[in-house]
């Protein structure tokens, strides 16, 4: 763009205008056309009227010349903002030319020298690009004439010069991001407050002492070429591109906090969430252990008191059926022990992975509720956390099929994805509508989509009464280093094996 703190919108997937249709592409086109219209023929009227003549009295030409090939250069170099946006770091050039020059000649530089990459490799349209230098040329005419105004052009006396210049600044970054933001909200469908609040970088003091300074710096590069000549703009333009690179090095450093602030997040929330589980499976092991085998026990106890009765009272044969019950209470009490033991050890994914965890949990699963399971598993790169909410979600859906839905045939797929991995659970039971809700009812579907939003990823159901359900979980193995997320949440080799 033309100014550090001027932006660029373009489609974000393709380069193009976005693909609206109807009354917002007409609001977009309309918006592009009332700014570059008025400013086109303002151009040409005055180069036709006033800015050749003032040019050639002036002896102007080389400098023009000069300043719109050294700003097109810089221009060249953008620093991306937010989605779309860009932003550029030749705003002391620019200023530097509405300092110098006169409103109309200091407009028709800008114009010319605000060169984009994108023009030339035909990633914007006609009226997208010029648009793009349209609206900066005329945030710096705004500046130019608010500058000359208020203090005539002197540029040596610096007292009263200074102010004007930091008012012709902001009045520069006024014009240019209500512009701006105002194309960017037609073209993404955003409010303008929302995409205001994405044209800071870093803290928003250090932004604007920044963005003032280099305004500053604009105004002594302009007395700097008034007393030496163009090599001034010349030994500036390489520290120029040194504060480029100290703002690549900011958003870097900003992305890397907040990717680390989104990581602790995700960290915590799987730490409670494991937590509460590890306490619920608590919880139903005692009551299994209660209801079940305690009560195996207790019918165990009582067979034997009354085997000792009839054997103190010699009735072999009622004691010998006494002997029987008790072998069969222990017959059962083995099952119910080998059963939980199972159950135990199902959860964990194994050292085998992810994969191998979902077919063998498929193939006991079909043995014992007669169900026919094909899978397609193909194995996926994530941290054994998400890995190990995948497995869950899996689980649970297919635990919902043998549970409720008298499905005869189920098949479960795993396929990576560009940012994970995504899962789908189909089943040829009875389905549902999910409008009115699981059979089960809605807390199994919410901890299934809890566990899939914790990773970062979705849950879908799509399910007809009578025709079956489909289950589709979207898991992203970015949120998550593998390292950082096993030790963090205690999943070490003994909690795998």
């Known amino acids: 763009m033309l100014s550090w703190g001027a932006f660029m919108a373009e489609n974000p997937a393709v380069g193009r205008d976005s693909p609206l249709l109807g009354l917002g592409r007409g609001r977009l086109v309309g918006f592009r056309l009332l700014v570059v219209i008025p400013m086109l023929s303002f151009l040409v009227y005055e180069t036709a009227t006033i800015g050749l003549r003032d040019i050639d009295e002036g002896g102007l030409g080389w400098d023009v010349l000069f300043w719109t090939l050294t ?16 932003l550029g770091v030749a705003l002391p ?39 793009n230098r349209s609206q900066a040329s005329l ?7 608010t500058f000359h105004a208020l203090s005539g052009g002197d540029l040596f006396d610096f007292p009263r010069s200074m102010p004007v210049a930091l008012l012709a600044v902001l009045v520069d970054y006024a014009v240019n991001v209500s512009l701006v933001a105002s194309e960017a909200s037609l073209m993404h469908g955003i409010p303008v407050r929302g995409v205001l609040k994405r044209f800071r970088i870093g803290n928003p003091v250090e932004f604007a002492i920044s963005y003032f300074g280099l305004g500053v710096l604009g105004l002594l590069l302009a007395r700097l070429h008034n007393e ?58 005692a009551g299994y252990l209660h209801d079940d085998l305690a009560q195996i026990l207790y019918r165990m106890s009582l067979h034997i008191d009354i085997s000792k009765k009839h054997l103190s009272s010699g009735d072999a044969a009622h004691a010998l059926q006494e002997l029987e019950a008790i072998e069969t209470s222990k017959d059962r009490t083995l099952v119910l022990i080998r ?72 098949s479960v797929s795993l396929n990576p994805t560009e940012e994970g991995a995504r899962v789908v659970v189909t089943d040829d039971g009875e389905g549902f509508d999910p409008e009115e809700g699981s059979p089960e009812g809605h807390f199994g579907l919410k901890m299934m989509r809890e566990r899939a939003q914790i990773s970062g990823g979705s849950l879908d159901i799509a399910s007809t009464p009578g025709e079956g359900t489909t289950v589709t979980a979207e898991f992203k193995a970015t949120w998550l280093s593998a390292p950082e997320g096993a030790q963090a949440l205690g999943l070490g080799e003994s909690d795998q094996a």
């Open 228 to 285: 030496t000549g163009a090599w001034a703009v010349a030994a500036f333009v390489l520290p120029l591109l040194l504060v480029r690179q100290m703002f690549f090095r900011t958003r870097a450093l900003e992305d890397a906090a907040r990717e680390l602030q989104d990581r602790e997040v995700v960290l915590r929330t799987l730490s409670n969430r494991m937590a509460e589980e590890r306490q619920d499976e608590r919880s139903q092991i």
């Open 71 to 86: 700003i097109a250069l810089i221009e060249l170099l953008p620093v991306p903002a937010w989605r779309s946006l860009q």
């Open 93 to 131: 050039l620019f200023m530097a030319v509405a300092f110098l020059y006169e409103p109309h000649i200091a407009a028709a530089i800008t114009f010319l020298a605000s060169s984009d990459p994108r023009e030339w490799k035909g990633e914007l349209t006609l009226i997208r690009a010029l648009f």
């Open 339 to 410: 059963s939980l033991i199972k159950d135990l050890h199902r959860s964990p994914l194994g050292r085998a992975g992810l994969t191998e965890a979902i077919h063998s949990f498929c193939q006991d699963i079909g043995k014992e509720a007669r169900i026919h399971f094909t899978t397609d598993l193909h194995p996926v790169e994530m941290p054994p956390p998400i890995q190990l909410l995948c497995y869950q979600v899996t689980r649970e859906a297919i635990m919902n099929i043998v549970k409720h839905a008298g499905a005869s045939n189920v």
């Open 139 to 145: 945030a710096v005419l705004a500046a130019s004439g």
